[in-house]
């Protein structure tokens, strides 16, 4: 069965650079959430997506910004890198108003050196 | 506002039965969800209770109490593979997930 597909698996950037995360949902899955899980962390809301308009935000900073596109695809654009950056980055999608159901893609390492 | 509670770690030993308790305190309570994560990869979904009652599902099985806040996780014949962070979510209005900390649960021989 189709799985939710993260891109890239690991990324390394420096300071102050910008990065760009891409997940792609299980077919007809139309509602995307990003979290971001810090060392012995749990994961933490970032922002979600339903049918290409943003549904709820949590706690992103302001360097960061994401869209979903027509395919349902959703990026999470990250500028000014900060160390504290640092972390795996999940996605996860599930079909709007259906109980149960959430499936993470197998996340990005994002490391800031 | 949100917050859930879990224990940060437990032990217990290969065969046996463990319980990890979750209380919460949400405002918009939508379904309680249980993942299993192995460090480094993703969660991994376990069990979904949404209303009052135990859900049953091989080895596992989830217990919640809407009135009390509360849910547990119990698992059954514990086997090595099991060593694993135990995450309680809470879907809150909009459907986001909370999480609780995880509890970080050892099986030993």
């Known amino acids: 069965a189709a799985g939710v597909i993260q891109s890239p698996r690991h990324l390394i950037k420096e300071k102050r650079e910008t990065a760009t995360l891409k997940c792609y949902p299980i077919?007809?899955?139309?509602?995307v959430y990003w979290y971001q899980q810090g060392p012995g962390q749990d994961p933490q809301f970032l922002i979600s997506?339903?049918?290409?308009?943003?549904?709820d935000k949590g706690s992103i900073p302001d360097r960061f910004s994401a869209q979903q596109f027509s395919d349902y695809h959703s990026e999470l654009n990250m500028s000014s890198l900060e160390l504290g950056d640092s972390a795996l980055y999940f996605c996860?999608?599930?079909?709007?108003?259906?109980?149960?159901?959430?499936?993470f893609g197998s996340g990005t390492r994002l490391t800031v050196v | 506002g949100q917050n859930i509670d879990q224990p940060t770690e437990m032990t217990a030993t290969e065969g046996a039965i463990v319980q990890i308790n979750c209380t919460y305190q949400?405002?918009?309570?939508?379904?309680l969800f249980w993942y299993q994560q192995h460090a480094g990869e993703a969660p991994t979904f376990l069990s979904y209770?949404?209303?009052?009652g135990l859900e049953e599902k091989g080895r596992f099985s989830s217990f919640l109490s809407r009135s009390k806040g509360y849910s547990y996780l119990l698992l059954k014949e514990l086997q090595m593979k099991d060593s694993a962070s135990y995450l309680c979510?809470?879907?809150?209005?909009?459907?986001?997930?909370?999480f609780g900390q995880g509890t970080e649960l050892s099986v030993k021989p």
């Open positions: 996860a999608s599930t079909p709007r108003g259906v109980g149960g159901g959430y499936t």
């Open positions: 077919p007809r899955h139309d509602t």
């Open positions: 979510a809470v879907r809150w209005a909009g459907g986001k997930l909370i």
């Open positions: 949400t405002s918009g309570f939508n379904g």
């Open positions: 997506f339903y049918e290409k308009m943003q549904s």
């Open positions: 209770n949404v209303l009052d």
